[in-house]
């Protein structure tokens, strides 16, 4: 078969995606880089948010528009949430949920799959620079505003062994980067009673594996030990933490269901500090929770601003079907709302803007992507930092798929400019030096 993969959401679906696309592409099918020539579509939805629901459905009307003679199948937690509405979209031959997601290509090949037997294996699917990697699934916690509980299930981990073996694969193929995903990452082990496995994951990848890089996706502020950022002692791991606050109010983070208090919360980000130098700390936040008053509101600004955030993801509250808040009174009007939003944008964007300034002029490792695009100056080179910065390049040499230490020469619109690149074999944005 000739199979597209596409995906709305965060990078755990991301994750997902490779993993179908390895496993159909490893059964024989061609792995396509456009959906216009393939006879099955495969789109990964989302409904964290009402806006994720509307680009999941939009998408899956582009896709259909752009290959209407596919077969296009919707799998995840908005195909799984709506499975009704998703089956009515045009051109949707079937809905997987998400407990089906892995046994997906089965359901579609059924006696196809004795076709494809002594047929050459096509192209491997495009390989990544930074690869993500699935390690748990599901969520344990109670949040009244969040509907993935409902679409994911409960907490369960992949045992560490298939873990070691993915990430050996994955830099084997070329990943530089690999990505540590899951809904609840924070939780990952628990089920099994053996203490904080995560660090013990991230231990034996340390160990037993060559990646250069490892990076962590959200963490739950509750489900880490004091002892945790002691494993950042070895560079290998980024220092860039997504630590979810939603709420820097007491009273709002009670009603949410956040096992977190304002306080601790503060204590944890100035313990990963201490331990993690140039740590880019990042986190979401909800404005217009039911109850929230103007009071509330300024407490949690008061804490965003104390913060110092590298980046903040702010949304407005987005009622989800099921869920404990959706039921809630009192919620802020609309006009309110947007004036909040106007106010943490503004401390956001300070807080960002001072986080990027402080780091100008440095020499940071950038691990620079495959594929640059042409500009009449040349090649323009993307990558990111450690820390999780943006960086482009003009160079005439190849950086792909390379990390080197790269001098952030200048800022613009929130993007590190490196220096211009020279005729020599190396750019001078490579050399080291302050």
Known sequence: MRVFFDTVGCRLNQSEMDSLAAEFHAAGDEILARPAQAEVVVLNTCAVTREAERDSRSAARRLHALAPQA???????????????AHALPGVSRVVANAGKAALRESLTGAQRDALIGRAAPPAPRRRTRAFLKVQDGCDNCCTFCVTRLARGASRSRPLLDVLADARELHARGAQEIVLTGVQLGAYGREWGRGPALEGLLRALLEHT????????????????????????NPRLCPHLHLPLQSGASGTLRRMGRRITPEGYARMVEGARRAIPDVAITTDVIVGFPGESRLEFEESLRLVEEMRFADVHAFRFSPRAGTAAARFGDRPVPNQVRARMAMLREVTQASSEAFRSALLGRTLPVLWEREPHSTPNGLQWHGLTHNFQRVQ?????GLANRILPTRLAALENGVFLSLPATDSSEPTVCQDGP
């Open 71 to 85: 077969r296009l199948v919707l799998t995840g937690c908005w195909a799984t949430l709506a499975a009704g509405e």
């Open 210 to 233: 060559e990646v250069p890089r490892l990076r962590l996706s959200s963490l739950e502020p509750w489900d880490l030990a004091a002892s945790f950022f002691e494993l950042w002692a």
């Open 393 to 397: 390049c003009a160079a005439r040499a």
